[in-house]
């Protein structure tokens, strides 16, 4: 069971466009298959249908739109993973299955905790 919430893709009915509400804000994805190149790609559309981002590559652990500032792209980030770490790319195979497009929104705890006996002194 995944441990972040994901992108609901039916992988049945690509290309799929969907919406989705992140932080009070409603965006449009469509989710594509290039079927010569063998990879899937995502769009991001405004809740007006206005253009942000189109033709993104999906690839295995790496952010979508890494590198762009827009400030219409929604937050947290999105990647495409393998929580188990298993899977070595994206394929019609693993897609939806054990690969999905997650929220990277899991916050780690980077405050030690202090046990019985020990001080902050």
């Known amino acids: 069971m995944a441990i972040r919430e994901?992108?609901?893709?039916?992988?049945?009915?690509?290309p799929e466009r969907f919406d989705v509400d992140i932080e009070d804000e409603t965006f449009i994805f469509q989710v594509n298959y290039n079927m010569s190149q063998?990879?899937?790609?995502?769009?991001?559309?405004?809740?007006?249908?206005d253009p942000i981002m189109l033709g993104e590559k999906l690839v295995l652990n790496?952010?979508?739109?890494?590198?762009?500032?827009?400030?219409?792209?929604?937050?947290?980030t999105l990647i495409p993973m393998d929580e188990a770490g298993l899977a070595k790319a994206i394929t019609p195979e693993n897609f939806m299955k054990t690969v999905f497009i997650f929220f990277d929104n899991i916050v780690q705890d980077l405050e030690p905790t202090?046990?019985?006996?020990?001080?902050d002194g």
């Not at 994901?6 to 690509?14: C, E």
């Not at 202090?114 to 001080?119: N, P, Q, T």
Request: charged share 35%.
């Open 6 to 14: 994901y992108l609901p893709v039916d992988i049945d009915d690509i």
């Open 38 to 49: 063998k990879y899937y790609t995502i769009d991001l559309y405004s809740s007006d249908e």
């Open 62 to 76: 790496e952010p979508l739109w890494e590198g762009i500032y827009d400030e219409r792209l929604p937050a947290p």
């Open 114 to 119: 202090l046990g019985e006996g020990d001080s």
